[in-house]
Every structure is written in structure tokens, then in C-alpha cells.
């Protein structure tokens, strides 16, 4: 976008791989990726503040929880993915 942000979204193909690291490391893989390739210096996720190995997944990958509530995450971010979306943005210049 115009703020130099991408969204990512990533889904473990079974819970067979869930809790091993691959989530943590794909999401750091393609962070840095897109960061040296594209130039993007913030991505944004908004997984479920129930996921919680999601959520662990992008806490081991620098990602930091934002402070929104469901209304200000929307108007930030637009369209919201769950009712209960946690915003976290990662600064690749950090």
C-alpha cells in the first residue's frame, strides 16, 4: 500500500506441522525476501486472538502486537478476517 505495508496471510497445510517451527520460519523466509526483493518494509497480519500458535508463529518472527481495537483495525487495515482479528506488524527496518 501506500505506507509501504503488505499483508501476509500463511495456513499450515495439516496440524501435523503445527508447533514444529515451519510457520516461524516461512514467515521469517518470506519477510526477508520481500524486504530485499521489493523493498516492503512493514507487513501486517490480523490472525484470531484464538490461534494461539499463530499467534506464537509471528511473535518468533519479530512480528509485534498493535493496539487497535476491531474499529481502528479496520479503518487502518480495511476489511477485518475475524471477529476477534489481532493486528501485528512487523518493521523490517528494526
Given at each position: ?9 500463511i ?67 480495511g ?16
Open positions: 500500500d501506500f505506507k509501504n505495508r503488505s499483508e501476509l496471510d495456513w499450515m497445510s495439516s496440524e501435523t506441522y503445527c508447533g514444529q517451527g515451519y510457520g516461524s520460519e516461512a514467515i521469517d523466509l518470506l519477510t526477508r525476501f520481500l524486504y530485499k526483493e521489493l523493498g516492503i518494509g512493514f507487513f501486517w497480519v490480523q490472525p484470531s486472538k484464538q490461534n494461539i500458535q499463530s499467534l506464537r508463529a509471528f511473535s518468533k518472527s519479530k512480528f509485534k502486537e498493535l493496539p487497535l481495537n476491531s474499529e481502528e483495525g479496520k479503518n487502518e487495515f476489511t477485518q478476517d475475524y471477529s476477534d482479528s489481532l493486528y501485528m506488524l512487523r518493521d523490517m527496518c528494526v
